[in-house]
Nanobody
């Protein structure tokens, strides 16, 4: 089992920045992909970005050029740096980790961007 603890959400004005963190419990062995998803009210969960153990990243089209995913393998932690935030970025953000063949999810952290 892997427990994920997220932090860093909150309220920010449009154009501002926030940084989310997600720490995974236990050994880093087997943790291949770490990433972030988000879900706005009435919408489907969508991918924000992900990063492999070797640092390869992928991003959803709506956040490319504004958001950056990074990870610290020694700390089993993944980060999401969000810049130039827009009201449409408002959502609950979920951390996700794939360890061996299983996917684990964090409890979610609210990000609200005011116009």
């Amino acid at each position: 089992q892997v427990q994920l603890v997220e932090s860093g959400g909150g309220l920010v004005q449009a154009g501002g920045s926030l940084r989310l963190s997600c720490a995974a419990s236990g050994s880093s062995a087997g943790i291949a992909v770490m990433g972030w998803y988000r879900q706005a009210p009435g919408k489907r969960r969508e991918v924000v970005g992900s990063i492999t153990r070797t640092g390869q990243t992928n991003y959803g089209d709506s956040v490319k050029g504004r958001f950056t995913v990074s990870r610290d393998n020694a700390k089993n932690t993944v980060y999401l740096q969000m810049n130039s935030l827009k009201p449409e970025d408002t959502a609950v953000y979920y951390c996700s980790v794939r360890k061996w063949a299983d996917d684990y999810w964090g409890q979610g952290t609210q990000v609200t961007v005011s116009s």
